[in-house]
């Protein structure tokens, strides 16, 4: 079983004569004003929470753009602060972004165009000639800083995401030695969905630029070779598992990400966590009642608003749990540059006004929801309350809330509703299957995750839980290292 130790073992014998710089756009540990002070947290992130272990690990620098409004007071020297704050592992280098650089390369290309494009959830991307401009500017920024940060060190680059699609390349060509390896944390689509994207040679050849391409689903590795087989001049090679052009390879393997078991666990087995569990109680009126939870940005692949209407047609077919069962929606906001987000997050207000309004009696309430980003220690209260936890997304690349809310289970009951078109479904099949496109379905499987004997349930949680606990994060990580062994030549 991978832990910790194993890992940095793993990276001390393997390599130690190597730097480890980390890319993402979200960064790790924000800087914030509370009271007057500047406070840090983590921002709402099942990966930023994940990879911050894997860093604390290994050691290095993680390069991400500056969000926190207090972000510039806190660092020093080259825009760097040494990170976490009470214990610090590695450093955070940031960069600041300009606010047309946010609205065209976030904003506009990442979450207009590759994120519809790449879940397919009907929602129609938007290619704006303008956006991309800025795509590739803001990915050039980032190439220049890392490759501030590499100077004459051997160099391993590990890009976070479709926000970086071009960065591959961009570094490979400055600099040849580095070993570049990225992972993709949404699904990639088919073929005939990736076609209609105007700079999809672009994007292809940004990201053949890497030595070592993951996706958490192999389904999506042969999604991306069929794309590349039609669209460049390369060739496949399905035995290796590769893409050769140009002289160069590009090896293409699943590796679905996890969670830091242990630490979520600890969380959850902390003598604070149980007080947390009453005052969430008190606070919302829950004493004596079954507590059914969501937690999610507000984001239309999400199935949020098909969450809520099942959870409506649930006290229809079911009225036995009127005033005793409530609903609780969990998460930030999201987005609300983008029309889609704004309309999403009034139509979550609307349905929880019109579910409240039909049933609602006294101090009970069928659904809250609750718009706020928590950090991770104020999660796992809620995961630990929650008898029956509801992943049902339209589309998802793995969903690490519900391998969050299996780790803090450490009683060893409740029950986890889970999408078939999450990756985590892949992994967690003792879960209660649901169509997220069908709320009847989600309503009768809620039904039944509250009626099934505890020990049928115990019984899925222990399977579930196992199997997290050995395909954690540092699991994940020594599956990607090895590959780079081989890359590398260090077998």
């Not at 992130?45 to 620098?61: E, P």
């Not at 976490?84 to 047309?100: A, Q, V």
């Not at 990736?194 to 672009?202: K, L, Q, S, V, Y």
Request: glycine residues 6%; contains cysteine.
């Amino acid at each position: 079983m991978w832990n910790k130790d194993s890992l940095k073992d793993l990276v001390q014998k393997k390599f130690s004569d190597y730097q480890f710089i980390l890319v993402s756009n979200r960064e790790p540990y924000m800087h914030i004003y509370r009271g007057g002070e500047v406070e840090v947290i983590m921002p709402a992130s099942g990966m930023a929470i994940a990879l911050d272990s894997l860093m604390q690990t290994t050691g290095g620098t993680w390069v991400a753009a500056g969000s926190g409004e207090a972000d510039q007071e806190a660092v020093v020297g080259q825009d760097t602060i040494m990170v976490p704050p009470h214990n610090p592992k590695y450093k955070l280098r940031r960069l600041w972004l300009t606010r047309e650089e946010e609205n065209g390369y976030y904003y506009g290309f990442s979450n207009e165009a590759l994120w519809p494009l790449c879940h397919v959830c009907y929602a129609r991307p938007l290619f704006s000639p303008a956006h991309w401009e800025v795509y590739r500017q803001v990915n050039r920024k980032f190439a220049d800083a890392i490759l501030s940060e590499v100077r004459d060190r051997r160099t391993i680059v590990f890009i976070q995401d479709y926000h970086f699609a071009l960065l591959p390349q961009m570094l490979k060509e400055a600099d040849p030695r580095l070993i570049v390896c990225q992972f993709w944390h949404i699904p990639w689509p088919s073929f005939e969905v990736f076609r209609i994207c105007p700079w999809g040679t672009e994007i292809l050849e940004g990201l053949l630029g890497n030595d070592l391409l993951g996706f958490h689903l192999q389904y999506h590795c042969n999604n991306f070779f069929d794309t590349v087989e039609r669209i460049l001049e390369a060739r496949v090679d399905y035995e290796k598992y590769a893409i050769f052009r140009q002289g160069k390879e590009t090896r293409v393997r699943p590796f679905p990400i996890s969670i830091d078991f242990e630490r979520f666990e600890n969380f959850a087995a902390a003598e604070d966590t149980q007080a947390q569990i009453a005052q969430l109680r008190h606070r919302f009126n829950l004493s004596g009642l079954k507590v059914g939870l969501g937690v999610d940005r507000l984001d239309y692949t999400k199935g949020i608003p098909e969450r809520l209407e099942a959870v409506n047609i649930f006290f229809q077919k079911y009225p036995q749990y009127q005033g005793h069962f409530t609903f609780i929606q969990l998460g930030p906001v999201s987005r609300l540059n983008i029309p889609q987000y704004k309309q999403l997050n009034a139509l979550v207000d609307s349905l929880e006004v019109e579910i409240n309004s039909r049933y609602a009696y006294g101090r009970w309430k069928p659904v809250i929801v609750v718009k706020a980003h928590l950090s991770q220690e104020e999660i796992v209260p809620y995961y630990c309350l929650a008898d029956v936890m509801v992943v049902s997304s339209l589309h998802d690349g793995m969903n690490l809330v519900a391998k969050e809310y299996v780790a803090s289970r450490v009683n060893g009951d409740g029950a986890l509703l889970l999408s078939p078109f999450t990756g985590a479904a892949r992994e967690l099949s003792w879960a209660y299957s649901i169509n997220p496109f069908n709320p009847e379905e989600i309503a009768d499987n809620l039904y039944k995750a509250l009626e099934d004997s505890p020990e049928e349930k115990a019984v899925r949680m222990a399977s579930m839980r196992h199997w997290v606990r050995e395909h954690n994060i540092f699991f994940w990580a020594a599956r990607i290292l090895g590959d780079l062994i081989t890359g590398v030549g260090q077998e």
